[in-house]
T-cell receptor, first 111, second 115 residues
């Protein structure tokens, strides 16, 4: 079983759609959770950290379910500029700052 | 203007040659990391360093070497022993655990092609 597993893509959606990405992780000691965005042939950039209470940043909402070891990202009113690969990232718990990256879910927003 | 720089952006190398990728940061971060990314795959950790003059192997260290003589710099050498070196190499830095954040910030990457 992969340590971090994401929905396989790609997701092809029309502009204005709401899209949800799911991610599961296997290490119950993990304490930090993130969503990164990676544009084609570019470096990953932090989209948002994920907190236990859930958090929102504009059109983006992230949620964490520790009991089920599950993280989600919801994008509302999607824009063409949201097209990218979204990486679910989890820390290794008791192994310092080491992060584990999911393989990513590609999103393509069409006009 | 703080950030992480990597050079070169593109690098071509003949089989059997060693090559060194540069990574510099002026964020005053203690921890630095090297990853490789292959098409359609997630990032895999090669080496990491949580403090100057100390570093540890990641999940795929074979065929690579690093040094951490200065806080700002964490160069990666891809040796001829690395069997499949063609990949996108990403350097990152962070404030290490215990100081409030594991968030890692990435440089723009070096795309290495072995001919």
């Amino acid at each position: 079983r992969k340590e971090v597993e994401q929905d396989p893509g790609p997701f092809n959606v029309p502009e204005g759609a709401t899209v949800a990405f799911n991610c599961t992780y296997s290490n119950s000691a993990s304490q930090s959770f993130f969503w990164y965005r990676q544009d084609c042939r570019k470096e990953p950039k932090l989209l948002m950290s994920v907190y236990s209470s859930g958090n929102e940043d504009g059109r983006f909402t992230a949620q964490l379910n520790r009991a089920s070891q599950y993280i989600s990202l919801l994008i509302r009113d999607s824009k063409l500029s949201d097209s990218a690969t979204y990486l679910c990232v989890v820390n290794k718990g008791n192994q310092g700052g080491k992060l584990i990256f999911g393989q990513g879910t590609e999103l393509s927003v069409k006009p | 203007d703080g950030g992480i720089t990597q050079s070169p952006k593109y690098l071509f190398r003949k089989e059997g040659q060693n090559v060194t990728l540069s990574c510099e940061q002026n964020l005053n971060h203690d921890a630095m990391y090297w990853y490789r990314q292959d098409p359609g795959q997630g990032l895999r950790l090669i080496y990491y360093s949580q403090i100057v003059n100390d570093f540890q192997k990641g999940d795929i260290a074979e065929g690579y070497s690093v040094s951490r003589e200065k806080k700002e710099s964490f160069p990666l050498t891809v040796t001829s022993a690395q069997k499949n070196p063609t990949a996108f190499y990403l350097c990152a830095s962070s404030v290490p655990s215990g100081q409030g954040s594991d968030t890692q910030y990435f440089g723009p990457g070096t795309r290495l092609t072995v001919l």
